[in-house]
């Protein structure tokens, strides 16, 4: 069972509106969660990364909020744009090897005008 | 900083070949540099660790002799894929580590290789 879970699969939402995706882990013991922005045929891109003592985190239109007792996090995107239509992947890493990445499935999100 | 290229960008070749795929941390050092395999609409899947100066650390189920990975220096990590068959077509994704002088440790991302076998 993956240890990194993402929900909703997909979702389509108006330019101009927010969204929020969710993510649930059982990754023990916790070292960070990060969230990446893949674009079609690209490589992930870093959007924020959280730490067990941060329960939010900006980067720009995209906020990260961390609950590391309920292990659970969300990405909210504000006022979406068309370049935001892109996969979200969650990623946790463990303490006891925090190079060894745990993916969830990713959300993919269209933006339509 | 932390920029991680990747070359070819896209190849294709024929049953058989073999190719080589090149990932490169342009403005840091990594000693250690990973390789995953996406199918689409899938996550990324480990496929092996690469260690500067040593042989690379392979994934349950990933053939070391089918993959093989050599990382030569500091800044290149390189993926051979030997005798490519079709189901070997996938989008290669490498990282590089970053260590020194930061908070947490973080995995850069290339910006991958589609590999199309005919």
């Known amino acids: 069972k993956n240890q990194v879970e993402q929900s909703p699969q997909s979702l389509i939402i108006l330019e101009g509106k927010n969204c929020t995706l969710q993510?649930?882990?059982?990754?023990?013991?916790?070292?960070?969660l990060r969230w990446y922005k893949q674009d079609t045929g690209r490589g992930p891109v870093s959007l924020t990364i959280?730490?067990?003592?941060?329960n939010t985190k900006s980067n720009g239109r995209y906020t990260a909020t961390l609950d590391a007792d309920t292990k659970q996090s969300s990405l909210h995107i504000t006022a979406s744009q068309l370049s935001d239509s892109a996969s979200y992947i969650c990623?946790?890493?463990?303490?006891?090897?925090?190079?060894?990445?745990?993916f969830g499935a990713g959300t993919t999100v269209t933006v339509r005008a | 900083g932390a920029v991680v290229s990747q070359h070819p960008s896209r190849v294709i070749c024929k049953s058989g070949t073999s190719v080589k795929i090149e990932c490169r941390s342009l403005?840091?050092?990594?000693?250690?540099m990973f390789w995953y395999r996406q199918f689409p609409k899938k996550s990324l899947m480990l496929m092996a660790t690469?260690?500067?100066?040593?042989?690379?650390?392979?994934e349950q189920g990933v053939e070391k002799d089918k993959f093989l990975i050599n990382h030569a220096s500091l800044t290149l990590s390189t993926l051979t894929v030997t005798s490519a068959h079709p189901e070997d077509s996938s989008f290669y994704i490498c990282?590089?580590?970053?260590?020194?002088?930061?908070?947490?440790?973080?995995?850069?991302f290339g910006p991958g290789t589609r590999l199309t076998v005919l």
């Open positions: 959280m730490t067990f003592s941060e």
């Open positions: 403005d840091f050092q990594a000693t250690t």
């Open positions: 990282s590089a580590y970053l260590t020194s002088g930061r908070t947490y440790n973080e995995q850069f």
């Open positions: 690469s260690n500067e100066g040593s042989k690379a650390t392979y």
């Open positions: 993510c649930n882990y059982t990754v023990s013991p916790f070292s960070n």
């Open positions: 990623v946790v890493s463990s303490k006891s090897n925090d190079y060894k990445l745990s």
